[in-house]
Nanobody, 126 residues
């Protein structure tokens, strides 16, 4: 069946780094923009980043610009999120999803994405 699986989360100290992976099974990602999202307990899901199908265009939420970098390797059917200089407010479950808009990043609104992964927990704490 079609699904995305996130991995790479964990517990890190403030200022630390993690690299998240989003791997597809049952289909290929090369025709779709892919987004990363996060949701903290009791809060709504928010968009973090998006990358176009070719990797040529990216967008980031203001809160993560300069600290998080999205990339993809279509040959491996995988999208990555490199997270540096992590802050406690980055603590959340991080999920990836497929854009309903096709190849380009049009919006980071979760309602325009589908095929959600189960998420991976990122905890930033001393």
């Amino acid at each position: 069946q079609l699904q995305l699986v996130e991995s790479g989360g964990g517990l890190v100290q403030p200022g630390g780094s993690l690299r998240l992976s989003c791997a597809a099974s049952g289909f290929t990602l090369d025709n779709y923009a892919i987004g990363w999202f996060r949701q903290a307990p009791g809060k709504e899901r928010e968009g973090v980043s998006c990358i176009s199908s070719s990797g040529g265009s990216t967008i980031y939420a203001d809160s993560v610009k300069g600290r998080l970098t999205i990339s993809r390797d279509n040959a491996k059917n995988t999208v990555y999120l490199q997270m540096n200089s992590l802050k406690p407010e980055d603590t959340a479950i991080y999920s990836c999803a497929v854009s309903k808009m096709g190849r380009m990043c049009v919006t980071e609104k979760p309602r325009y994405y589908d095929y959600w992964g189960q998420g991976t927990q990122v905890t930033v704490s001393s």
